[in-house]
């Protein structure tokens, strides 16, 4: 029988265990310890500690452990995840607590009830053998789609699109909730996903419950990308691509492998080769090509640290109204320094009129050295432009932007593609990967606010031909004509 090194009598003194427990039971109780150890324990050493499987492990261990945890898992196919989260997860679950009860969900009834009937089958087996490694016993339900401890607790899953009518859950796990490609293209397909899960799925969590949804990613617009961008809730993210890219969570250099044991490089590289935008969205965990659109990623330099900028600006790119369907408010703050340009701050909220009022408040407050705060002469900008324009330190000025988004998006591209554009550090700033995707998306991405405000900071800074308005709000309502000027 697999066993790992332990020091038993270490254990019986640092878990306060009581004496007379024979090596069996304290193994069970060593390796319930964290999912790390009770993986290779439960499964006989056919579960391997990956440096990568370690990293997912501590993850999942910090999501159950806290009230309401929430985790988001993107990972390239045939890395274990479902093996670590939707077998071994619910084995250490209910072998540390069976009283618990467990949920898991994914694209088909028959691809669900396949790891339900795993994890009731290896503590059958685990009941009928010699020497146990576990201490669960099987109630009398005993289907793969619905069974039961005899503490009460137990296993349940369900097909995207099923009922889980009286199945309440601690822990709700959802396994990849799309089947294929064309499923993934589908926009009611991916609707209807979401209804589910707002209106199945999440009903059924208890008080406190963790909720882990781990999948490979085939759409900006599929589950993960909605959870993502349009949650309420705060969730834990794990993004691990195939290849490894800048500031990677592991810590491995640009081009490394996930799983070197099993896949290397010149492997991936062929599997990368077949489809670029399979390989981007399933095995790189994001659906939209890195390269090959107008701005690609490479081209976006990074810092740390605080940048030596000798001018602050504000770029704010508002909407008509607050909604679950409207564009985001984004407003950003951007150093210069000669010729090159930092991206020092952003906001992106769904906000009506006076939230984003008081936002731009907000980002003076924090940014002191505002010279000049720019907003886009749409929506409600020239409204908000009437409040502040006499009230606020800095100069307030309305913007019309000239020519097409696109020619818009052209004039910039030089810069950024030159190294004159820098980004802060998207470990410290998470937002800044959404930046980058926004970019890398576009003319195919959902939303362009983002571009918005910094081709409209861009275009400001550098001084080019623009159109500026001062809005004369005490002499009458209505905001000036547009006239191009200059600034040096």
Not at 129 to 140: A, Y
Not at 320 to 331: A, E, I, L, N
Not at 415 to 425: A, D, S, T, Y
Not at 427 to 444: G, L, R, T
């Amino acid at each position: 029988m697999w066993r790992s090194c332990i020091c038993y009598a270490t254990i019986r003194s640092v878990m306060q265990l009581p004496a007379g427990l024979s090596l069996s039971d304290l193994a069970r109780h060593a390796h319930l310890a964290n999912l790390v150890t009770f993986a290779p324990y439960a499964s006989r050493g056919a579960w391997k500690p990956y440096r990568y499987l370690r990293f997912l492990c501590r993850k999942i261990d910090e999501c159950i452990a806290k009230p309401n945890g929430r985790l988001l898992v993107f990972m390239p196919p045939r890395h274990g995840k479902s093996y670590t989260i939707s077998q071994m997860t619910p084995m250490k679950i209910l072998e540390n607590d069976p009283t618990k009860r467990v949920v898991l969900a994914s694209y088909g009834d028959n691809f669900a009830e396949g790891w339900g009937a795993k994890v009731r089958d290896a503590f059958q087996a685990d009941e009928d053998s010699d020497e146990r490694l576990f201490s669960l016993k099987l109630g009398k339900k005993k289907l793969a789609s619905w069974w039961e401890t005899t503490e009460g607790g137990g296993m349940m899953t369900a097909g995207i699109g099923g009922q889980l009518t009286g199945k309440g859950f601690d822990v709700g796990i959802i396994d990849d909730v799309l089947k294929d490609w064309q499923e993934a293209m589908s926009p009611t397909t991916r609707s209807q996903i979401i209804d589910w899960y707002h209106s199945v799925f999440y009903t059924r969590h208890e008080p406190g419950a963790s909720i882990i949804v781990l999948m490979t990613r085939w759409h900006e617009e599929d589950l993960g990308g909605y959870l993502l961008n349009e949650s309420v809730e705060d969730w834990d993210v794990v993004r691990l691509p195939a290849l490894a890219e800048e500031d990677d969570p592991l810590g491995r250099l640009p081009g490394e492998p996930l799983c070197p044991e099993r896949y290397t490089a010149y492997d991936l590289d062929i599997t990368r080769r077949q489809d670029k935008r399979v390989w981007e969205a399933m095995y790189q965990q994001r659906p939209v090509a890195a390269e090959g659109g107008l701005v690609n990623r490479s081209w976006w330099k990074i810092y740390g640290g605080t940048p030596p900028v000798g001018r602050i600006i504000q770029s704010w790119d508002c909407t008509f109204s607050k909604s679950d369907t409207s564009d985001y408010v984004v407003g950003q703050v951007w150093g210069q320094s000669g010729n090159n340009y930092y991206l020092l701050d952003q906001i992106r909220e769904r906000l009506n009129f006076n939230e984003t009022e008081n936002a731009i408040l907000t980002m003076l407050g924090k940014w002191p050295g505002t010279q000049n705060v720019v907003i886009e002469n749409k929506a409600n900008g020239p409204a908000i432009v009437s409040r502040l324009q006499n009230n606020v330190p800095a100069k307030v000025e309305s913007y019309t932007p000239l020519g097409s988004k696109d020619s818009r998006i052209q004039s910039v591209a030089p810069m950024i593609e030159q190294g004159q554009v820098f980004l802060p550090n998207a470990i410290e700033h998470p937002w800044v990967s959404e930046f980058q995707n926004e970019w890398a998306m576009w003319p195919a991405g959902k939303f362009d606010d983002q571009i918005d405000a910094c081709t409209q900071a861009l275009d400001y800074l550098r001084g080019s031909s623009y159109r500026i308005q001062f809005s004369r709000a005490r002499k009458r309502n209505t905001v000036s004509a547009p006239n191009p000027v200059s600034i040096g």
